[in-house]
Nanobody, 123 residues
Framework: QVQLVESGGGLVQAGGSLRLSCAASGRTFSSYAMGWFRQAPGKEREFVAAINWSGDGTYYADSAKGRFTISRGNAKNTMYLQMNSLKPEDTAVYYC????????????????WGQGTQVTVSS
């Protein structure tokens, strides 16, 4: 059974940083891309960043470019999102997800999801 568990969320002031982690278990994740999405209250879930299975290819939403960095652990079953220069509009529940094959920006393409971790950025 595939499980994804996020951690690292919390409350931070605007301009601060947080590092989110995602631990995946239940299968071998070679050939699986991973991604981060977020959902703010009253809004649709939106793409944040994705990384390919080998970790050498990444893609970011415009809102994340230059501030967020996605990475993958050596064992390929962990993923991180380093978030710097946080803004109040980054406040959301952040979800990690994984899919077989290449990266994708649409949430419907992802097969497995974590439960989410809350990120709150105060002004």
């Amino acid at each position: 059974q595939v499980q994804l568990v996020e951690s690292g969320g919390g409350l931070v002031q605007a301009g601060g940083s947080l590092r989110l982690s995602c631990a995946a278990s239940g299968r071998t994740f070679s050939s699986y891309a991973m991604g981060w999405f977020r959902q703010a209250p009253g809004k649709e879930r939106e793409f944040v960043a994705a990384i390919n299975w080998s970790g050498d290819g990444t893609y970011y939403a415009d809102s994340a470019k230059g501030r967020f960095t996605i990475s993958r652990g050596n064992a390929k079953n962990t993923m991180y999102l380093q978030m710097n220069s946080l803004k109040p509009e980054d406040t959301a529940v952040y979800y990690c997800a994984t899919k077989w094959g290449g990266m994708a920006t649409v949430f419907s393409a992802y097969e497995y999801w974590g439960q989410g971790t809350q990120v709150t950025v105060s002004s």
